[in-house]
């Protein structure tokens, strides 16, 4: 029997942030050249962070390359019950009683021989109960922070962990009609919820309020 609970978060503004020069701007991953003119690779995904025992698990993230080359897959961490694909970077494999537990701080990357994009860390928990879900939702931004209409909303991130404001998992919604997201395959556990909305242009939000919902 799956655990459902709905939560909600908070709508939020979107508000500018610094890059790493300090410009205020946020860099496109599209100009991010090296001087050899060589485009970085890009890797999105959400991986399932858990999976019952003597079922499969299977996740193959997305990639792209602007320049079309060739990519290879990495993965660090790896769970020893798994396999690797590294033409695809697809993780798959099913669990037995034996791998019981988590395993943590994995990581996927994607590298064009000459430069790489990483999938955020992740964990996947080996589990014997019955897995739970949460429903979310919330409520789309309508304007900047300094007033202004918001009219490139582009989608959201949504964050959740087992500590307050200590978020082990991303997810990715490219989509700014969405306003509600079901998190699946989560484990008898107290979770913490929060969101982020960014643009066209790749600024995002400061955090949404926090929800926290326990799944028995």
């Given amino acids: 029997m799956r655990n459902t609970l709905v939560a909600l978060i908070a709508g939020t503004v979107l508000c500018g942030c610094l890059s790493d020069d300090g410009s205020g701007l946020i860099r496109d991953d599209l100009a991010a050249n090296d001087p050899s003119g060589n485009s970085s690779p890009m890797i999105s995904g959400n991986p399932p962070p858990a999976i019952l025992v003597s079922e499969m698990y299977d996740f193959t993230p997305s990639a792209y390359d602007p320049d079309g080359d060739s990519l290879t897959f990495t993965i660090t961490n790896k769970p020893t019950w ?48 019955a897995l739970g879900n949460v429903t979310l939702s919330w409520v789309a931004p309508t304007q900047n922070a300094d007033g202004s209409p918001l009219t490139d909303l582009a989608g959201y991130k949504i964050f959740y962990g087992k500590s307050s404001r200590t978020y082990s998992h991303e997810i990715l919604i490219s989509n700014s009609g969405m306003t509600t997201y079901v998190v699946d395959n989560l484990v008898p556990d107290t979770y913490y919820f929060a969101a982020k909305s960014f643009n066209t242009s790749g600024v995002e939000s400061e955090y949404s309020g926090e929800a926290v919902r326990t799944v028995n």
């Fill in 82 to 129: 798994a396999s690797f694909d590294t033409k695809t970077g697809r993780l798959s494999g099913q669990p037995t009683l034996g791998n019981v537990g988590t395993i943590a701080n994995i990581v996927i990357s994607v590298s064009d021989g000459e430069a790489s994009d990483s999938l955020r860390a992740f964990s996947v928990t080996v589990s014997q109960t």
